[in-house]
C-alpha cells in the first residue's frame, strides 16, 4: 500500500532553519508531483512547493526565497529546506503525491501523516 512519511519537524527559533523529508513507499512514485502543504491552527491548509520528476518545482509567494524543495527519485524521497524561518510560518507540514501532473498538486492522491513545525520569535 502506497504510504508517505514525513520527518524533520521540531521546534526552531525565528531565523533558523529545518529540512523536512518525505518517504514515499508502497509504489513508484517518479511519475508523481510531489509537494508539501501547511496547516495552521484556524487557518486553512495552504499550498507550499512541489516538484516534478524532471525537478521542475513551484512555490508560494510567501516562502520564495527561503524554503527550497528537491527530490531523490532513486529513493522515492522529496526534502523541503526551509531557511530563514519565520513564526508564521508555524504550522504542520504535510507531504503529498499528485499523480495528475499538476504543480499546483491537483488532486492529491496520496497524504503523508504531517509534522509540526514550531518557529518561536
Known amino acids: 500500500q502506497a504510504q508517505l512519511v514525513e520527518s524533520g519537524g521540531g521546534l526552531v527559533q525565528a531565523g533558523g532553519s529545518l529540512r523536512l523529508s518525505c518517504a514515499a513507499s508502497?509504489?513508484?512514485?517518479?511519475?508523481?508531483?510531489m509537494g508539501w502543504f501547511r496547516q495552521a491552527p484556524g487557518k486553512e491548509r495552504e499550498f507550499v512547493a512541489a516538484?516534478?520528476?524532471?525537478?521542475?518545482?513551484l512555490y508560494a509567494d510567501s516562502v520564495k526565497g527561503r524554503f527550497t524543495i528537491s527530490r531523490d527519485n532513486a529513493k522515492n524521497t522529496v526534502y523541503l529546506q526551509m531557511n530563514s524561518l519565520k513564526p508564521e510560518d508555524t504550522a504542520v507540514y504535510s507531504c503529498a503525491a499528485a499523480g495528475s501532473g499538476s504543480l499546483i498538486l491537483k488532486p492529491v492522491d496520496y497524504w503523508g501523516q504531517g509534522t509540526q513545525v514550531t518557529v518561536s520569535s
Open positions: 508502497g509504489q513508484t512514485f517518479s511519475n508523481y508531483v
Open positions: 516538484i516534478r520528476w524532471s525537478g521542475s518545482s
